[in-house]
């Protein structure tokens, strides 16, 4: 097993799993990455013979250092307010140019992410957040894995995100946060979590005002946007999720599970897998190809360059497969069906954009164009293509080609959006009319007849 110093691992992780790690004068077998922010701090599930543990290294100067002491100051904090955190078990500053945190592993703890809202703590998390506040302090991070439960027991995380200031919190700082919270949930979810607020109020020995509560909205919709474009640009660096590389020869950004096939030669790589694959599309703009890599089965769209005039066109501008890139994981985030996006490498020759890769998973399926008039006109398929057009207009996306060869029914017949390199979000006026043009398009696909009215009914054409 290969023997990793902790410096090597806050610059760069490691191609495979498990490693080992000398800590404080104990040798750790380490799992996992748990958390990762490439030159400052790292999160890893390690064992040794007495059990298992959480560590949590520090780079011992700058920003890394002032995390670790916040960690320690939020540690004690919270300890003293009887907020549920994570037991310290050994701690150490400035061994070496690293400090770090050795927790307790927390026995059989699940993410608030990963709970469905019908067994989700509503109430115990905003009875949380209530106690924090009243409390002099708040989780200015919180994302939904920042919160865990084990043994019946909501347990806050990550403690350098939490501030602790010596005064009262101000409403409107505790209205930001919990904005911030309420933020992390789909937009369809609204009404439910608002069932969570007399909780909040409760454990501040407070009463829900109207007032209040509309304040609230409003500071929910602009926690929505920022949460939205800090969680896009984490896909164009470094972080737990996502590998990212640039160079004058090269830009790409790839899933944590691809980066052991993908990290040394991605073009030679992606261009034999492609070889080895089963071609779905040959054209002169881009080649589409099934196959496979890292175990796991996969689509490769490639972007060609037709001509040396159409180079000179697209050189300077985001290639089609970085866009596919951003459009699939903003689909990703707010919840619309769209194959995992899996990476995108750009090919360049001096930062000159050339032929560019788009990596997603493979859903196998059947497009909407395939499917007879009466497996459409079922009720559960027209409520799906209802629903899906339903989010595109909440979230204000037009996808700028919805012909029905762009809409996958997999075998379970879910509805996956593809080809996702004309997608935009509308963010200003214009929308309504893009929209509609998207339903135009979708429309199309049927001559007139009953299948074209039932899915005219569906989507809300005439709104």
């Known amino acids: 097993m290969v023997m990793q ?29 748990l958390r990762f922010l490439a030159g400052r701090r790292i999160v890893l599930h390690a064992s040794d013979e007495s059990g298992e543990y959480v560590l949590k290294l520090f780079t011992a100067q700058g920003k890394g250092e002032q ?47 990963e709970l469905s809202e019908d067994v989700f703590p509503l109430t115990a998390l905003f009875d949380l957040f209530g106690r924090c506040h009243q409390n002099q302090c708040y989780q200015q991070d919180p994302h939904l894995d920042n919160f865990v439960f084990s043994n019946n027991t909501l347990y806050l995380l990550d403690l350098a995100s939490v501030v602790c200031p010596k005064k009262p919190l101000k409403m409107a700082t505790c209205l930001n946060n919990l904005a911030r919270l309420m933020a992390q949930f789909p937009l369809e979810q609204q009404e439910w979590l608002l069932n969570g607020l007399p909780a909040y109020f409760a454990a501040r020995n407070m009463v829900l005002d109207p007032i209040v509560e509309q304040q609230l909205l409003g500071k929910i919709k602009k926690a929505r946007d920022y949460r939205q474009a800090h969680y896009l640009k984490k896909q164009f660096r470094s972080c737990t999720m996502t590998r990212y590389r640039k160079s004058l020869m090269f830009e790409a950004a790839w899933r944590a599970n691809l980066s052991s096939s993908l990290a040394e ?66 689909l990703e985030f707010l919840g619309i069906a769209t194959p995992q996006p899996l990476g995108f490498v750009e090919q360049r020759f001096f930062g000159l954009r050339h032929k560019a890769y788009f990596i997603c998973e493979h859903i196998a399926g059947r497009s909407l164009a395939d499917l007879s008039d009466s497996e459409i006109q ?14 595109l207009h909440l979230h204000h996306i037009y996808h700028g080609d919805l012909k029905a060869s762009n809409w996958l029914v997999d075998n379970q017949q879910k509805i996956w959006l593809i080809d996702l390199d004309a997608m935009q979000q509308i963010t200003k006026t214009g929308f309504k009319s893009l929209h509609k043009q998207d339903q135009q398009r979708f429309l199309r696909n049927w001559p007139v007849g009953e299948t074209r009215h039932l899915l005219t009914k569906a989507i809300k054409a005439e709104r």
């Open 265 to 330: 030669q991605p073009l030679t790589v992606l261009n034999q897998v492609m070889q080895d694959g089963i071609s779905l599309k040959k054209g002169n703009s881009a080649t589409v190809v099934k196959s496979e890599l890292a175990g796991q089965p996969l689509v490769i769209k490639r972007y060609n360059m037709k001509t040396p005039w159409h180079f000179l066109r697209r050189c300077l501008r985001k290639s089609r497969a970085n866009v596919s890139w951003y459009n699939a994981n903003l």
């Open 378 to 391: 079922q009720p559960e398929m027209l409520q799906q293509i209802s629903d899906l057009f339903e989010q």
């Open 67 to 113: 995390e670790y002491q916040r960690e320690l100051a939020a540690h004690q904090h919270c300890t003293k307010a009887d907020i549920a955190v994570a037991p310290i078990l050994q701690h150490a500053d400035d061994q070496q140019g690293i400090s770090f945190i050795v927790y307790a592993f927390l026995p059989k703890a699940v993410t608030l992410n």
């Open 5 to 33: 110093t902790a410096e090597s691992l806050l610059k760069e992780l490691p191609a495979t799993f498990p490693v080992e790690l000398e800590l404080g004068g104990v040798v750790y077998q380490i799992h996992s990455v």
